[in-house]
């Protein structure tokens, strides 16, 4: 049986994602850089995925893209922990909803900041900034609120929403700090980086951190 072979970069968000879930089953997988020093793994991505976006696994003849979908595949087919979504589907559905809440409220804001930033300085959409940053605002508040009492952020246990979590909360931070006053969502996350498999995965991506582009703030 071949190993599951994995495609992305160590300081991408949604890799990181996928990545946790990889060390909480404890699945052994062959990584495959993707960068311009691997122009080949480039090419295979570029063919497997419809924008050329990572993370990618290839498990024998079988491809998995977009990092949710690796995480479920991974609860059906590798490794003997707990599964990251539950199989109750009336639990799944939480679960779910919280991994959508990270991605498309915390990442893909602080995503249009990095971007933007990456454009050459006369190329730089000027409206960019403040208008994720207000969904931010948004976004903070409200999981504030969500984790009050709470653990981790769904269903009482580490899982999908917390893999998605980890990244979108770490960079999001990094790029717009979350207010002092949300303790609740600020002690989450140093939940989230004091767990094994997330600092695992932090500290993987160290040697890339001069790459990201919204200076200024130390990630803590």
């Known amino acids: 049986m071949s190993m599951v072979r994995v495609y992305g970069h160590p300081f991408a968000a949604f890799y990181w994602k996928a990545l946790i879930a990889l060390y909480e089953r404890d699945v052994p997988f062959a990584f495959l850089m993707v960068d311009a020093e691997h122009p080949e793994n480039v090419e295979a991505v570029r063919r497997l995925a419809p924008t050329g976006q990572f993370p990618v696994l290839v498990d024998g003849d079988r491809t998995v893209i977009e990092s949710a979908a690796i995480i479920e595949y991974l609860d059906l087919h590798h490794g003997e922990a707990p599964p990251m979504v539950p199989a109750d589907p009336r639990a799944a559905i939480e679960a779910r909803q919280m991994d959508g809440v990270f991605d498309d409220y915390v990442s893909a804001p602080l995503s249009r900041m990095v971007l933007n930033a990456l454009r050459e300085e006369d190329k730089r959409d000027p409206y960019v900034g403040a208008e994720a940053k207000a969904t931010l605002d948004k976004s903070y508040a409200w999981l504030n609120r969500w984790m009050e009492g ?3 952020a769904a269903n009482d246990a580490f899982g999908l929403a917390d893999c998605a979590a980890a990244p979108a909360l770490f960079y999001a931070h990094w790029g717009y700090p979350i207010p002092a006053s949300h303790t609740a969502l600020r002690d989450y996350r ?5 767990r094994p498999s997330v600092a695992r ?8 951190r001069e790459n990201f582009p919204l200076k200024g703030h130390t990630p803590d």
């Open 190 to 194: 140093a939940r989230l980086l004091a």
């Open 150 to 152: 709470r653990t981790w």
């Open 201 to 208: 995965v932090v500290d993987e991506a160290k040697p890339w």
